[in-house]
């Protein structure tokens, strides 16, 4: 975009502030991907329960959002995001360090689980390090890895529809989590949501928007709130340098 080679390019959600505060042209959807850590297997004992519920509690969202995520996207602790389901605020997202430390002291033996991460992506591999280190706070062991056979991975979802729904389907589809019977009222998706996170498979961190910058040349193409184009009126100007 800054040579001149293309009109309109997708931004990586760290740069969204960056760019956007340099001048350029930029739209961002509402968010449609989740950022979640995912476990590859059921748990097979308590004491791995009380391991995944110190992780999930010692999660400080609000640091890696201002630090590595340039204070992008929404922290998050439900699947779906609230402009979506409506109830995700009452999932608790704020850190909880003492708890978190009690819990790992109830088992004996630690393991030191791997978690993967696309090493494509290099805020993928920071913001795997950083769950590590919040981890070791709590007393836990993680090593983080771009090898893709692993206990637990860092993925970034999109979300399939703005059906709740169907989003929350294809989110256990694509995860290996149990699909709920679809229903109708809202306390159906909530009690359908609430039962996936209990399986402890996934602990969701950040509802991600997408978002590009645009050359001025560019004119009336617009980003629908889904992620979407609406390219039908969009056309290119001369633009004297």
Known sequence: ????????????????HRVSQSGRRVASSTPVELL??????????????LLRQ????????????????QSTGQPAASILPNWMSGYGFVFPIA????????????????????LGYDGTDPLARLLAERVALNAKD????????????????LMRVPLASPDPWVALADFAVTTGLPVGKTQSSVEDLY???AASLATQRVIPLFHLPVSYA????????????????????AWLASVTP
């Open 95 to 114: 850190a909880d360090l003492t708890h978190a430390r009690q819990a790992s002291a109830q088992v004996q033996h630690i393991p030191t689980w791997s």
């Open 191 to 193: 009690a359908a949501e």
């Open 138 to 153: 709590a007393g836990l062991a993680l090593q983080p890895t771009a090898a893709t056979n692993t206990e637990l991975r």
């Open 1 to 16: 975009l800054e040579l001149g080679k293309a009109d309109l390019v997708e931004l990586a959600p760290e740069q969204t």
């Open 214 to 233: 645009s050359a001025l040349s560019l004119r009336d193409w617009l980003l629908r709130p889904d992620g979407s184009w609406c390219v039908a009126d």
């Open 36 to 49: 979640a850590l995912v476990f590859t297997r059921d748990m097979a004992s308590a004491e791995e329960k």
């Open 54 to 69: 110190a992780l999930a509690l010692s999660l400080d969202r609000a640091s890696m959002r201002s630090v590595l995520l």
